[in-house]
């Protein structure tokens, strides 16, 4: 079961949200982001995360929960973002996204980042 359930305004604002977030991750990042691509799956990651699917950051090894699977590597700063706003990880770690040593690196790695199945 998916702990948010947010309604169409609720996802709306949550979407806005995050958008602001990835324009300040790829600012601050060295090697720039991929904007455009973050941005383009924003309105559907918001609503799989925070309304359709069966996942949890406390349910992260849960063998009935719903595994998304990122093939877009190069929009891993909008799912970065959503990852935080869902509580997966601290937002606090956005700053460091492809800096060395962070666990946010330019390409989803299921080993650094939680929430990246």
């Not at 169409?8 to 904007?35: C, M, W, Y």
């Not at 455009?36 to 349910?59: H, K, M, W």
């Amino acid at each position: 079961m998916n702990p948010f359930k947010y309604s169409v305004a609720d996802l709306a604002a949550k979407a806005r949200a995050v958008r602001r977030r990835i324009i300040q991750l790829n600012a601050g990042s060295p090697a720039g982001g991929h904007t455009g691509a973050d941005l383009s799956q924003v309105e559907i990651l918001t609503a799989l995360y925070f309304r359709i699917l069966n996942c949890a950051p406390d349910r992260t090894n849960d063998p009935q929960r719903d595994i998304y699977i990122q093939s877009k590597g190069h929009a891993v700063g909008g799912y970065y973002c959503v990852l935080a706003e869902a509580g997966y990880f601290p937002t606090d770690w956005l700053p460091t996204y492809q800096h060395s040593d962070s666990h946010l690196p330019g390409h989803p790695v299921r080993q650094k980042t939680p929430g990246a199945n």
